[in-house]
Nanobody, 115 residues
Framework: QVQLVESGGGSVQAGGSLRLSCAAS????????MGWYRQAPGKQRELVAR???????NYADSVKGRFTISRDNAKNPVYLQMNSLKPEDTAVYSC?????????WGQGTQVTVSS
């Protein structure tokens, strides 16, 4: 059974950095696009960043220039380096991935940025 396991969340002061990672485990043949969504209390879920198996990246306008998504190869893990964090980045961050044509989600990890 395929699972996505996230790590790296936590609490940081504004201006600080965190790195999230997302690793897929199980019997896997092909991993396509992977990425991160986030959801803050009372707000809609927002796509933060995604990366294709070929390394093409997309970012939400709110994180461009501050966040970087990367992967070591076409498989996993996937990393989200978050720099210059702001209080408005506070949310639950969830990893997702299209693995063998099926969409999987991680369990979510809390990121809290204090002012």
């Amino acid at each position: 059974q395929v699972q996505l396991v996230e790590s790296g969340g936590g609490s940081v002061q504004a201006g600080g950095s965190l790195r999230l990672s997302c690793a897929a485990s199980g019997t896997i043949f092909t991993i396509n696009t992977m990425g991160w969504y986030r959801q803050a209390p009372g707000k809609q879920r927002e796509l933060v960043a995604r990366i294709t198996s070929g390394g093409i990246t997309n970012y939400a306008d709110s994180v461009k220039g501050r966040f970087t998504i990367s992967r070591d190869n076409a498989k996993n893990p996937v990393y989200l380096q978050m720099n210059s964090l702001k209080p408005e980045d506070t949310a639950v961050y969830s990893c997702y991935g299209f693995i063998d044509s099926t969409l999987y989600w991680g369990q979510g990890t809390q990121v809290t940025v204090s002012s």
